[in-house]
């Protein structure tokens, strides 16, 4: 049956069927992916569960008109000081600012400072459907209003509304953010195949997964309730580009082994399939079940991440494994100009590089292997200085967008919390008892008096700390302890500061439930794939030191290179996924070639061999998938950066040392044992000495 399904897409009638398939696929994917944008949900609110505080506050606020608004703040100044005919012009933008379509109500101000200094007014916004794209339109067009005669007066809008409408520009670059990625990925391909046109299918193919994943989502959010936002779009983007050419350059460095074996191109790519397909599906599914995984998050965009990139993983395995096997039979060998590989020929001997190592290695293989072990693990200290407790909403952004420069316009003139409060709901009854505990609270400050509709009240609340700052969400935790206190109240604290918090706290409790559960699947996959208990063991282990020693190295790197205020409480869960994955993902590749080896030479010579075949390719691999992150960094966001930073840096390290030097030199120090208890590990190796390097002679030719 393998036989079968392994002929099928290098058939030479089937071949023309699944690409004219994969055609008329296209055409509505196509129509359908370009609607992904109206079913994102970039509201941080919409991020969290139902059953989150802010969440709540937002379902009973609803009556009093608070829950879909989000405070616009203006503020303007001037070197000199602002002028009577300034606080004019500001009336009349605060009068203007009403006309648009979005705001509700009348304007807050304009407020002179204190210092004479700068002006500020305050305005609600409605989110509306689109959420972070309808905030943006409306402060868009305040802004055009703000800067109409400003005669030297500067103008920025700055609070909630600032950053959702500088969160939407930063995200637009998605496009920009593809075309990088394919870019990279065609160098890449370039320097791999040095042939001018091969880099054309794996691109081609990628590009096909990626439309098709996309409307695949699309459906899944219109119609089952996924929740994707931009997050999800860009991180779609690198991860289908990057483990679709992954898959792509495994299959083509096989399938050209193959060429030199068979006359018969379509017989050719049948073995390469038949020998490569089990490695590249079990890897997908590695990576498939690990992200599917983040289906148990309770945060709503972590939750959506997992099954939208595993939806992307899998299409794109579904693509290499039958349009491109197909494209590359079409083609033809003339597809490797100018090294097209002849029936018959000899593998050039391009993995010198490998055998090197491999005999290095396989001298002291325990020393190799403890000494890259303790490297790793001094690499892993930089964790303890990691901060992934959150960012405040001015510090996301790797520039200074218009927020972050009114926001600090705004700390120097005016109080810290002002323009952006916290709300407390509660029973009607116990309103002045919750208003006086919310005054006693350190760091609340002007609380109001309370509105009262249908049996609830709302007060309102200044901090005295800058909004979503940690400070600000210390607040919010006390005056959270305060309000619970008070029996029979069912007083709840939400505000954009409060969203922030629990935003934060529903992440750090996805860490703790989700990386355990991780760990052990991907044991078990392992486990039975390789139908071993050694070898698995060992291999996770490799793994979790190496997401160690990468988010060690990023700590420092963010601490000290990029001097970025922290990382979001996300951060640790998705890089760990996506590492602790994705790196399996290169073991597997090496080991299941390590074993195929054993089996025929025993693990001595199939370690040694299986290093020098997959050496190039893997590396190749890695090169591929470390630059499709690293394009992340063309966003202006921290998020994007940081990820993108930490799993390029951390699968270079696995591609390059991880595998390579450290999972070679248990392999060759633990012997058969590695395949205990599975037949396999009942076959001795014979005994050579350790000098003894006639292991890899037929390396050279053999992979």
């Not at 569960?49 to 703040?73: H, L, W, Y």
């Not at 500067?154 to 909630?160: A, E, S, W």
């Not at 003139?413 to 006086?436: C, L």
């Not at 302890?481 to 008070?486: D, K, L, N, Y």
């Amino acid at each position: 049956m393998l036989r079968t399904l392994a002929a099928l897409p290098g058939g030479r009638a089937a071949k023309w069927v699944i690409v004219a398939l994969w055609i008329a696929l296209l055409i509505p994917a196509a129509m359908v992916a370009g609607q992904l944008g109206d079913v994102e949900e970039n509201d941080n609110s919409a991020w969290l569960p139902g059953n989150a505080e802010s969440t709540e506050v937002i379902d009973r606020a609803g009556k009093f008109q608070t829950a879909d608004t989000v405070p616009a703040i203006v503020v303007y100044d001037r070197p000199g000081g602002v002028t009577d005919a300034d606080m004019a012009e500001a009336r009349a933008d605060a009068d203007g600012f009403t006309a648009i379509d979005g705001v509700v109500g009348q304007a807050q101000g304009p407020v002179l400072s204190e210092d004479g200094a700068a002006i500020q007014t305050v305005v609600q916004v409605r989110k509306g459907k689109k959420g972070w794209e309808d905030i943006g339109e409306v402060v868009d067009a305040m802004v055009v209003i703000g800067q109409d005669n400003a005669d030297g007066l500067r103008f920025h809008v700055t609070g909630p509304a600032g950053y959702a409408s500088d969160s939407i520009k930063a995200f637009s670059g998605g496009g920009s953010l593809t075309t990088i990625t394919a870019l990279v990925v065609v160098a890449i391909l370039l320097l791999t195949y040095r042939s001018p046109v091969l880099p054309l299918l794996p691109l081609l193919s990628a590009g096909s997964a990626l439309v098709t994943a996309e409307a695949v989502i699309y459906l899944l959010a219109k119609h089952a309730g996924l929740t994707v936002n931009k997050q999800t779009s860009f991180i779609l983007t690198v991860l289908v580009f990057g483990a679709a050419t992954d898959y792509a350059l495994l299959l083509t460095s096989r399938y050209r082994e193959e060429l030199r074996r068979h006359e018969d191109r379509h017989e050719a790519m049948a073995q390469a399939l038949r020998r490569s397909g089990p490695a590249i599906i079990a890897s997908a599914a590695t990576v498939a079940v690990s992200l599917m995984l983040l289906m148990l998050a309770t945060l709503n965009s972590t939750k959506g991440l997992g099954p939208a990139c595993a939806v992307g993983i899998l299409v794109g395995l579904l693509a290499m494994v039958t349009l491109m096997p197909a494209l590359l039979v079409i083609c033809g060998r003339w597809i490797f100009w100018p090294v097209k590989p002849s029936y018959g020929s000899a593998e050039a001997a391009r993995e010198r590089l490998w055998t090197w190592i491999g005999t290095v290695v396989s001298r002291r293989p325990r020393t190799v292997w403890i000494g890259t072990a303790l490297v790793l693990g001094v690499m892993a200290i930089g964790v303890l200085g990691l901060k992934a407790d959150g960012l405040s909403n001015r510090d996301q952004f790797t520039g200074k967008p218009q927020m972050a420069v009114g926001e600090d316009i705004l700390s120097r003139h005016f109080p810290a919390g002002s323009g952006d409060p916290i709300y407390v709901v509660t029973n009607a009854a116990f309103a002045e008892q919750v208003r006086t505990a919310l005054s006693g609270v350190p760091g609340v400050r002007d609380v109001s008096t309370p509105t009262v509709r249908d049996g609830e009240a709302v007060l309102v609340a200044e901090l005295t700390d800058a909004p979503s700052s940690p400070a600000a969400m210390r607040v919010v935790d006390r005056a959270r302890t305060a309000v619970h206190e008070i029996e029979g109240a069912d007083a709840q604290v939400g505000g954009n500061t409060a969203i922030i918090l629990d935003t934060q706290e529903a992440a750090a409790r996805d860490s703790r439930v989700i990386i355990p559960i991780v760990l052990v699947l991907v044991f078990l996959i392992l486990a039975l794939l390789l139908r071993a208990v050694v070898a698995p063991l060992l291999l996770m282990a490799t793994v979790v030191l190496s997401f160690a020693a990468a988010l060690g190295v990023s700590s420092l790197v963010f601490n000290h290179v990029f001097h970025f205020a922290g990382a979001e409480a996300s951060f640790p869960l998705l890089t760990f996924v996506f590492l602790v994955a994705l790196g399996i993902d290169y073991n597997i590749f090496l080991v299941t070639r390590v074993r195929e080896e054993a089996l025929l030479h025993g693990t001595r010579r199939g370690a040694l061999t299986g290093l020098t075949a997959t050496g190039g390719v893997i590396t190749s691999a890695g090169l591929v998938l470390a630059g499709t992150f690293a394009a992340m960094g063309s966003l202006p966001l921290v998020f994007a950066a940081e990820l993108g930073f930490a799993v390029a840096f951390g699968v270079l390290l696995d591609t390059m040392i991880v595998r390579s030097v450290l999972v070679t030199a248990l392999t060759l120090d633990v012997g058969r044992w590695m395949w205990w208890p599975s037949a396999l590990f009942t076959r001795p190796d014979p005994p050579r000495p350790a000098a003894d390097t006639s292991d890899l002679e037929p390396a050279l030719t053999h992979g």
